[in-house]
C-alpha cells in the first residue's frame, strides 16, 4: 500500500472521530441543559421571578406563598427570605417579617438580613409601644354637653377625636367599634357599627356584626373561585375597610389567619388559607358559635333561630332578600325544627358564609329564617347578592 493511501485512510479514520467526538459533545451538552432547566437552582429564581410579580401586582398573599416556595427549595437563599419580609411588611403584618428574618439568619448568616432584622424589629417595638398607649388611655363617656365642635359625633362632623375610643360595649352588650351607614339617610353621616362578641382567645376579641350591614355579590363573575379569588373579600379588606374605619381604628384590627377548608357534604375545594383583617363566617364558624334548633346529620345543616338576622335600613336600600316570620311559616315549617314562638315577627334576611357551596362557582349562606350549614348552599355566587355580616379581630 502506497503512503498516499494511507494517508487517506488515516483522514478518513480522523474525520469520523472527530464527528463522533461533537456528536458525544452535543449529547453532553444536551443532557445538561436538560439538567440544567430542572435544576434546583432554577425552580428557585423561577419562584423568586413570580414573587416579584406579585410583589408589583400588589397581591400580597400569593407573593408570600412563592417566596415561602423558593425558601422550600433552597432554605440558604438570602433574596427569599428578603423578599418574603417585604411582602409581610406590605401586607402589615410586622411581626411575621421579623419572625422570618430571624429564621433566616439562622440559615444564612446574612448581613443584609441582620441589617433589616434590626430596623423592623425597632419599628414593631415603636408599632407595640404605640398600642399599649392607645389601650392605657381611658375611654372617653360621650355626654350631651359633649355634642359641640370637636366632641365625637356619629353622625359625621369632626371626626377627630374618633380615633381615642376605644371599642366598648353598650347597655345591650354589643360592642361599638367604627361606623357605616345603616339608617338608609347619608345626608346625616354613618351609624356606629354594633359587634356580637363570639369568642376571646389568642387572636384577640372575635366580632361579627351585629344587623346585616350590605349587600354585595361573592363575585362579580360566574366563574370558579374560592374565598381567596373572590371579588367580595377584595372589596371587605379595602373598600369597607376604608370606609367603615378610620386609620387608628383600623391598627386595633389583626390581620388574621383564616382556614378555608373544603365543604364536607359536596366535596367542592375551599382554596388555600388566607390572611384578612375583614372577613366573612365560615360554616364551620358558625357551626361552633351558634346553638341549633334542630340537626340534619347527613347533610350537615340545621336551623337555628339565633341566625335569623335583620337588615339595616340601608341594607334593605340594596336589596336584602328579607322575610317577616308569621304565624303561618312558623306553624308549617319552624314549630317542627324546634323553633320557640319568640321568633315570630322577626325579620331576616339571608347573608354569605365564606365556605364554598355545592360547587365551584357558589359559596354556603345562612338563610332569612335561620338555616345554614355546609349542607346548604342554592345560591350561584355571580348571580346571588346577598347580606353582609362582616366578621373580625380585634386586639384584646
Known amino acids: 500500500m502506497d503512503s498516499n ?3 487517506k485512510k ?7 472521530i472527530a464527528i463522533a467526538a461533537v456528536a458525544v459533545l452535543l449529547i453532553a451538552v444536551g443532557v445538561l441543559s436538560f439538567v440544567m432547566s430542572d435544576s434546583p437552582a432554577k425552580k428557585y429564581e423561577e419562584q423568586l421571578k413570580l414573587a416579584q410579580r406579585y410583589l408589583d401586582e400588589l397581591d400580597y398573599d400569593k407573593a408570600i406563598v412563592a417566596y415561602r416556595a423558593a425558601i422550600e427549595i433552597d432554605p440558604k437563599g438570602e433574596d427569599a427570605y428578603l423578599g418574603l419580609a417585604e411582602a409581610y411588611v406590605e401586607n402589615g403584618d410586622l411581626q411575621a417579617a421579623v419572625d422570618i428574618l430571624k429564621e433566616g439568619l439562622e440559615n444564612t448568616e446574612s448581613v443584609a438580613m441582620e441589617e433589616r432584622l434590626a430596623e423592623l424589629e ?3 417595638a415603636e408599632q407595640k409601644a404605640q398600642e399599649q398607649a392607645k ?3 381611658p375611654t ?8 359641640g365642635k370637636g366632641a365625637v359625633n356619629w353622625r359625621g362632623g369632626d371626626w377627630t377625636n374618633r380615633d381615642d375610643i376605644l371599642p366598648h360595649k353598650n347597655e345591650e352588650g354589643y360592642i361599638v367599634f367604627g361606623a357605616y351607614e345603616q339608617d338608609g339617610d347619608e345626608s346625616n353621616g354613618p351609624e356606629p357599627i354594633e359587634w356580637e362578641v363570639l369568642e376571646e382567645n389568642g387572636n384577640g376579641t372575635f366580632l361579627v356584626s351585629r344587623y346585616l350591614l350590605d349587600v354585595q355579590r361573592y363575585n362579580e363573575e360566574r366563574t370558579e373561585m374560592t374565598w381567596e379569588s373572590c371579588t367580595l373579600r377584595h372589596w ?3 373598600e369597607f375597610l376604608n370606609k367603615a374605619f378610620t386609620s387608628g381604628e383600623q391598627a386595633r384590627i389583626r390581620l388574621t389567619e383564616l382556614a378555608n377548608p373544603d365543604n364536607p357534604v359536596w366535596g367542592t375545594s375551599g382554596g388555600n388559607s388566607t390572611r384578612d383583617r375583614i372577613f366573612l363566617l365560615s360554616a364551620e364558624e358558625v357551626i361552633s358559635h351558634y346553638s341549633f334548633n334542630s340537626w340534619n ?4 345543616y340545621g336551623f337555628s333561630q339565633d341566625l335569623i338576622i335583620p337588615p339595616t335600613a340601608y341594607a334593605d336600600q340594596q336589596g336584602a332578600i328579607c322575610r317577616i316570620i308569621d304565624e303561618n311559616h312558623y306553624n308549617d315549617v319552624l314549630a317542627s325544627q324546634n323553633y320557640s314562638r319568640d321568633c315570630i315577627g322577626r325579620e331576616g334576611a339571608w347573608w354569605w358564609l365564606r365556605s364554598p357551596g355545592y360547587d365551584s362557582d357558589s359559596a354556603c349562606n345562612a338563610t332569612d329564617e335561620g338555616t345554614a350549614g355546609w349542607g346548604y348552599s342554592h345560591l350561584y355566587v355571580a348571580t346571588g347578592a346577598g347580606g353582609l355580616r362582616p366578621a373580625l379581630y380585634i386586639e384584646q
Open 236 to 238: 371587605l379588606n379595602d
Open 122 to 124: 425597632r419599628k414593631l
Open 10 to 16: 488515516n483522514s478518513r479514520k480522523g474525520s469520523v
Open 135 to 137: 389601650l392605657a388611655t
Open 140 to 147: 372617653p363617656t360621650p355626654t350631651p354637653e359633649a355634642a
Open 5 to 7: 493511501t494511507v494517508r
Open 297 to 300: 346529620k347527613k347533610e350537615q
